[in-house]
């Protein structure tokens, strides 16, 4: 019979402690982990229970959790696990009326709000996770996950939209929809639900449009999305309860806009990392970053020249309203009006990023579908007021990266900040028999490099390259370092993400130190005449002893025409099986027979 294998239970227990966070020192709460711990020792009185984790505020109406963890080997759907966490917590309400109850053993985990098992993230999360589940101004970024991986599903198989974008798209107008009073309720038919979505859309986009009359696109696309016309009413009803309940989060008055969209864009665009237009999706994390990289504020008028779904235009317009004071200030509306500009040149990516502006309470940013490689998107640009880039240009040379790069920072105004995201090596490739870095210093200073962590994007690596736009180089050494992790992790079907919470200080951290431009033994400061990119340090070269005698076996044996091979399955076949093998614990005796040689 095969022996079950896996972590034991110390072990899982001890990861736990870590993850969720019960290792830190906190006033007003005993918090921890073990097994000899009662909960007599804990406050309550008379019952020798020991609980293999604990969170207890001394507030009694903040959350309490309780830990039950058990080895990787054990299955937590047996009813006896369940019934032995539920009968911890129970001598928690005595005290807490709010409890959290996790079954964990480091794969599984099962979650228990008031003794009811709820639907939850399927890693292990940080404390904070499971206290805001009984908040109500925090939005459930795995609920999200799990919604938006299920509209995607049922779109394609039930719905039969086989095109990814026009998933999005149906999927963003029907969010639209919902934002602005669609009537969208579950036993309507598949014309009804969407007639009722387009005509929303269009009223919505009345007053946006005498501002911005490219958002007819928008409508345009939606029309033009070919699906099922006899799809099943349980697949109906299903869509729309699913979109209602992400429409609550998007506009609630504590939402956060960002995030909720942000996991919406990258669930979806896990099947297709880049589209057939060269288009690579910034993950939000990496929007942030940056905003912060350049010192981008409320008053900052922000460029994204190759927009794509909007990413930067989004994370900018959330952070410099919370930054004006909130969305009902006279701030917030100029910041709408005037303060964000895009341009995208895939009319379908167009109408997504129309969409997601839309969603985020915003129709009159000023999108135009153009193509910066263009004389008419350099015009356009120079035309606006911008004083901070954020973008991520489309990578491949056939899509004119470098030439959008170029356009830009030859078109902004003089000194504008101006952040891209590259592959490390692309100031480096020839383009046109000509250095592309040394064309672009020409006209811009190239002021930072920061290499990003490898995993970011798939199948390339890159780089954060930090701009002063009209002021040539002029020879000048650059700043430039390696952010060689940002914490986020791996998980099943949902991508990277934060699920321990490491990116905040991570960022901070980084943020420090690329404005003092100290601290990190990763920073280097580089020749302008030799290197645009970051360079990796090479190993040490070192020669053993080890080395020097093989190199000098392996010439006498070639001077005296020794086979190599030969002899040293010679030699191996002679010590296995031409002695005495004896074992004492580590240890490994051979004796070779005296008769053979």
Known sequence: MAMKSGRTEDEIRDEAKIILGFNQKESCIQQGTGQITTFNQLGFKGNNNKPDGWYLPDDLKSVAIILETKSESENLNLQKW???????????????????????????????????????????????????????????????????????????????????????????????????????????DFSLMKNSILNTLSKSLEDSKKQNIKLEILTEVYSEIKMNNETNQDAINNFISWVQEISDCVNSDYWN?????????????????????????????????????????????????????????????????????????????????????????????????????????????????????????????????????????????????????????????????????????????????????????????????????????????TSVFIFEAGVPHNGKDIFACYIEDDGLETVKNQGRQDIKDKWSEIEDKWVDIIEKQSGDSTIQWIKSDKHLSYQTPQKPFEVYEEDFLKTMMDYKMFKQEINVKELSENILKKTLYSGDVESDGDKVTIKLDKAGD
Not at 139 to 155: F, M, S, V
Not at 294 to 322: P, Q, R, T
Not at 385 to 409: A, H, S, W
């Open 82 to 188: 369940v019934d032995e966490l539920l009968k911890n917590t129970k001598i928690v309400s005595v005290k807490y009326s709010n409890i959290i109850g996790i079954l964990y053993n480091g794969i599984d985990i099962r979650v228990f709000k008031n003794d009811k098992e709820i639907e939850s993230s399927n890693v292990l999360q940080n404390k904070n996770y499971y206290i805001s589940l009984f908040t109500s101004n925090t939005i459930d970024k795995q609920r999200i996950y799990k919604l938006t991986k299920r509209i995607n599903d049922c779109l394609h198989t039930e719905f039969g939209i086989k095109n990814l974008y026009h998933r999005m798209i149906f999927t963003a107008c029907a969010l639209v929809g919902c934002r602005y009073g669609a009537i969208l309720v579950e036993g309507m």
């Open 257 to 461: 806009g960002e995030d909720v969209m942000g996991i919406f864009f990258n669930e979806f665009n896990r099947y297709k990392k880049k589209s057939d237009s060269g288009q690579v999706f910034t993950p939000d994390h990496i929007t942030s970053f940056m905003y912060r990289l350049i010192h981008v504020n409320e008053n900052d008028y922000v460029l994204d020249a190759a927009c794509g779904s909007g990413a930067f235009l989004v994370k900018s317009m959330c952070n410099m309203i919370k930054e004006a004071g909130g969305n009902n200030t006279a701030k917030a509306k100029t910041i709408k009006d005037t303060h964000l500009y895009g341009i995208e040149f895939d009319r379908e990516i167009y109408a997504l990023a129309c969409a997601n502006m839309l969603i985020h309470k915003d129709g009159k940013t000023n999108l135009e579908q153009l193509d910066t490689r263009t004389a008419a998107a350099c015009t356009w640009i120079s035309t606006k007021p911008i004083t901070k880039v954020l973008m991520n240009p489309p990578f491949e040379r056939k899509y004119g990266c470098m030439q959008i790069v170029d356009n830009v920072l030859k078109n902004v105004p003089v000194h504008t900040e101006c952040a891209f995201i590259l592959p490390d090596k692309k100031l480096e490739k020839d383009f046109t028999d000509k250095k592309v870095g040394n064309k672009v210093l020409k006209h811009s200073t190239l002021k930072k490099i920061i290499k990003l962590p490898e995993k970011i994007f798939t199948g390339v690596t």
